[in-house]
């Protein structure tokens, strides 16, 4: 036998949809603080130099592309 009064009842169903709205809010602000540093980061690579080999080996293969099309 529950010692439970109906109104402590309902009011723990209130406390529920409480905590899933909490938790939906902690949620989404962890997304954003994790979209926020992803474009962080993302930003700073974009920002990056191409290394001098990387643009040696676009030249190269650019090269060979433009022999094999003559051929």
């Given at each position: 036998m529950s010692t439970?009064?109906?109104r402590q009842g309902w009011n723990f169903v209130?406390?529920?949809n409480k905590n899933?709205?909490?938790g939906n809010?902690?949620?989404r602000t962890r997304q954003r603080a994790i979209g926020?540093?992803?474009r962080r980061m993302y930003d700073s690579v974009a920002r990056e130099p191409v290394p001098k080999e990387?643009?040696?080996l676009l030249h190269k293969?650019?090269?060979d592309k433009g022999g094999s099309e003559e051929s």
């Open positions: 439970a009064s109906p209130k406390d529920d899933d709205r909490d809010r902690m949620a926020r540093e992803l990387f643009l040696d293969i650019d090269d």
